[in-house]
């Protein structure tokens, strides 16, 4: 079972920036889809922002022009950048990676706090 593993979360002050990775334990192929969603506790889990394999990038539109997501194939890694975050970014941010085959892999989150 592959696992996703996310690192650069934390606490940020409003304004601030910061840059989450994404590593799979092991290579992943036949991927269609990977990047992030968050969560905000009494909420459902929302998209933040996704890259496919054909290179098309979709944002939430709260993020627009705040976040950037990419891809470093060679270390088979996706990472968001937020700038200018907002208290309302803070979240539990989730690692994702959707398949060919519709399965969907999720990493276990790791929280985003923005102080204003």
């Known amino acids: 079972q592959v696992q996703l593993v996310e690192s650069g979360g934390g606490l940020v002050q409003a304004g601030g920036s910061l840059t989450l990775s994404c590593q799979p334990s092991?290579?992943?192929?036949?991927?269609?889809?990977m990047g992030w969603y968050r969560q905000v506790p009494g909420k459902q889990r929302e998209l933040a922002a996704v890259i496919t394999s054909g290179g098309n990038i979709r944002y939430a539109e709260s993020v627009k022009g705040r976040f950037t997501i990419s891809r470093d194939s060679a270390k088979n890694t996706v990472i968001l950048q937020m700038n200018t975050k907002l208290p309302e970014d803070t979240a539990v941010y989730y690692c994702?990676?959707?398949?060919?085959?519709?399965?969907?892999?999720w990493g276990q989150g790791t929280q985003v706090t923005v102080s204003s």
């Open positions: 092991a290579t992943i192929l036949r991927w269609h889809t």
């Open positions: 994702y990676v959707h398949m060919i085959s519709g399965y969907d892999h």
